[in-house]
Every structure is written in C-alpha cells, then in structure tokens.
C-alpha cells in the first residue's frame, strides 16, 4: 500500500523474506557505504605518508608544534563518545525510548565538546601564522614550502575529519527528534544501528590521525 | 511481530573495552615520547590497530555480523593495502636504480 510508505519503518519490504534479513542488507549497505569513505581518506593518509617519507625532517617539526596533549585529550573525548553511542544502540536494542535519548544527548555533547577543542586548536594556528598562505611562518624551518605542505595536509585531513563530525551531529540529531516521536523499539532501531557505525568510523578515523599527525615525532631532532 | 533476535552486549563488557580504549590512548601518547628510534612509528600504528579492532569488534559488532559483512569489511581494508603498498613500493625504490637518461 503506497499511501503507507512512511510506516515502513516495522514492516519487512516486499523484497526481503525475514526482518533480520532486512536488517542485515541494511547493515552490509552501510558497511559498503563506509568503505568508500576508508578509501576516501586512505588517499589522504597515502599523501601524508608519501610526503613524509619525503621530507621526515620539516614534517618531524610541523608534528611536534602540535599540541599533543590536547591531541590526547580529544582522542579521550571522542572514545567517550563512541561509547555513550554504543549504549544508544544499546538501548535500541532493548527499546528502551528514554535510555535512547539520554545516550543520543550525551553523544552529541561529546561531539560538540570534540569540535570545539578542535576550533580551539584551530585558532592557535591563525595566532601562530601556521596556515598554509601568504602570512605562513614557521620558524626554524629553512623549507617553509614542506612545512606548509605538512599543515595543508593537517588542515585537510581534521578538517574533512571535523566535517564528518558535524555531519555525524546532524544525523544523531534526527534521531533525538525520531526517538523522541517514539519511532524505535526493539523490533525496529536500525537507523540508531547505522548511525552508530558510521560514528565509530569517524572514531576509528581520529584513532588514526591521532598517532600519525601529533605522536610519531614527538623526540626527534629539536630543529 | 517477532524482533530479529540480536545478540545484546552487557554494559560492563562495552565499558571494559571503552576503559582499555583509554589507557591505550594514555599508553601511545607517553610512548611517543620515550626514543625507540623507527619503532616510535611500529608501536604508534600498532596501538592504533589495536583500538581500531577493539572499535570495529566491539562497538561496531563486528563479531556479531554475518559473515558476508566480515567479508566486505576485510576486502576494503585490503584494498586500502594494496593502495599503500603498490604505491609505497614505487616511490620508496624510485632512487634505487639508476635510470639511464634522468
């Protein structure tokens, strides 16, 4: 029955025998979805690791102007929400309507307390004249052009990082608005399920970016 | 109306992982400073696997999932190899040989 579309959300679709099924094409969808995101930063992971294999020395430097305190702080904060997300699934699974928007508010917190050390960080780099342009000062360095291609490389990757953060936010947000109308129960969470993926995933991104931008020179050369 | 039958975590084996995810966080940041030479690189990506597998396995169920799902999820990551290493190989070895006329 057409005019019913929108209470898709409980029935198992015509092309799927069983609801489980229909959930677990639901699941490998999104699983494929994210793999062309894990090739989509694979390619900028490859260019930082090809450029510094090139130049370890500048990059070395660049890498250790980072603050890697505030670097582990928000890895910290990011794992935490990862959590109160995995507890939001949680509570889908069980249908427990109150637990889902308690976890789904504590995870978007989290992510906004994310983005915000993120912008702080951010905007020590404009006091420091460490954005790639005309103003780009990086002292000691005698290649200022390596070091620049370090924090384009910077910028891109937590940028792109940062704007999957601020997507994530808006999905968990339609959520809260969802489980607030009473959509999910037990029999049907697989939105939560999904959105969950994809934010573990934006996790596993930073658990990456984390060591190879702020960690992996932390002792070399003092320039 | 029977709900697919999912396997439910406890809320203490996510907050064991969660825990372990932290102290590991903890653990790499203090290795990068001690001076291990090239093994401050091995032990930064190692411990970041390790937090990757215990995210995927735990908090993403991939020790649930059908095996169809493990499947396409081990196939990206290869192909995320195979990228890093055809390319790795070509521009690490570039210098090794001399190419006559360059």
Request: aromatic content about 12%; hydrophobic content about 55%.
């Amino acid at each position: 029955m057409a005019s019913h579309a929108h209470a898709e959300t409980l029935a198992v679709q015509e092309q799927f025998d069983t609801a489980a099924q229909q959930k677990d094409a639901s699941g490998l969808g999104m699983w494929i979805f994210l793999i062309t995101e894990i090739m989509f930063f694979g390619g900028l992971f490859l260019v930082y690791i090809v450029y510094r294999s090139k130049y370890p020395d500048v990059f070395g430097a660049a890498s250790r102007s980072l603050n890697a305190t505030i670097g582990a702080i928000n890895t910290a904060v990011l794992l935490c929400s990862s959590f109160t997300m995995v507890l939001a699934v949680r509570a889908g699974q069980l249908g427990r309507r109150k637990a889902i928007i308690v976890f789904l508010i504590l995870t978007l917190i989290l992510g906004f307390v994310f983005l915000g050390v993120k912008a702080y960080e951010w905007n020590e780099k404009f006091q420091e004249h460490h954005i790639p342009g005309p103003s780009f000062l990086m002292e000691g360095v005698a290649e200022q052009g390596h070091a620049q291609l370090f924090f384009s490389l910077y910028f891109a990757m937590t940028g792109l990082h940062a704007l999957h953060m601020v997507i994530g936010a808006g999905l968990l947000s339609v959520l809260l608005w969802q489980a607030w109308r009473g959509k999910f129960s037990a029999a049907y969470y697989t939105p939560i399920d999904m959105v969950g993926l994809y934010w573990h995933f934006v996790d596993i991104i930073w658990i990456y970016l984390f060591p190879l931008l702020y960690l992996i020179d932390r002792h070399g050369p003092k320039p | 109306m029977s709900a697919p039958t999912e396997h439910v975590d406890s809320v203490r084996t996510y907050a064991i992982v969660w825990i372990v995810l932290l102290i590991l966080t903890g653990v790499t940041t203090a290795v990068a400073y001690v001076d291990l030479g090239h093994f401050n690189v091995v032990a930064a990506l190692s411990i970041a696997v390790g937090k990757m597998l215990l995210v995927a396995l735990f908090f993403m169920h991939v020790r649930h999932s059908t095996q169809l799902t493990r499947l396409v999820v081990s196939g990206g990551l290869l192909w995320l190899a195979i990228l890093i290493t055809l390319t790795m190989a070509d521009v690490v070895t570039r210098g090794w040989i001399g190419v006559p006329g360059r």
